[in-house]
């Protein structure tokens, strides 16, 4: 087995399936990581009352009870010009920091600003990382300065920014991919869209976002 084969596994523990490469198991015993899959990484021990509050922070009222991490959340816009119905997911919310409202946009970001999405790496903490910002914001100037090199950018509405960054984050959550970087490595915040590049290539990571691109909504009219 080479260190990039999956090595299909059970986690110790959720007991579930994963398939994690030998170069990613490494890396985050490397970082110190915890000793289960990247599903429980990322999410953790969640109650239904944490979930609701966590919706509520990030822009929507629940209409059903918190349905599970991956599973849509029919919700309600706390925005009082919008006020849709919207169905976010607990992971989307907590992990790629799109907000609840895709019409009234997140963090900032409307649906229809003109928005980027890009690529950096770093080159230290091997590792690669996905974003969005609004046009003429600092976000990647802040993370140059510590460390961060700009891969690519690709100009876009808000609301396809986020579905293409998001396709990005659920491609290599379903690939059990660990973390580029700690949490304590990004001043910034934004180490949960970050991926190891002893686990997927900047090739790959590269073919990520192509392919995100391709088959995301052209919403740029």
């Known amino acids: 087995m080479d260190n990039r084969t999956p090595w299909e596994s059970v986690c110790g523990n959720c007991k579930g399936k994963t398939s994690p490469t030998l170069s990613s198991v490494k890396k985050a015993i490397k970082q110190g990581q915890p000793k289960c899959c990247d599903l429980c990484r990322r999410n953790g021990p969640i109650r239904p009352e944490q979930a609701e509050d966590m919706l509520r922070l990030a822009g929507g009222e629940p209409l059903v009870p918190f349905p599970g991490v991956k599973e849509r959340w029919l919700s309600r816009c706390l925005n009082p010009g919008c006020r849709r119905e919207i169905e976010p997911t607990f992971d989307s919310i907590k992990h790629a920091g799109t907000g609840a409202c ?32 609004k046009a003429g914001s600092r976000r990647i100037e802040l993370h140059r300065s510590t460390g961060w090199t700009l891969v690519t950018t690709v100009s876009m509405r808000g609301t396809r920014a986020r579905f293409v960054e998001g396709q990005v984050l659920k491609l290599w959550s379903s690939l059990a991919l660990p973390y580029g970087v700690r949490a304590e490595d990004m001043p910034y915040a934004g180490y949960t869209e970050t991926v190891s590049l002893a686990a997927r290539s900047l090739h790959e990571v590269e073919q990520d976002l192509e392919q995100a691109l391709i088959y995301s909504p052209d919403s740029d009219g």
């Open 102 to 133: 895709v019409y009234c946009g997140g963090y900032g970001i409307k649906a229809d600003d003109d928005a980027l999405v890009y690529l950096m790496v770093h080159q230290r903490l091997d590792a690669a990382k996905i974003g969005i910002a």
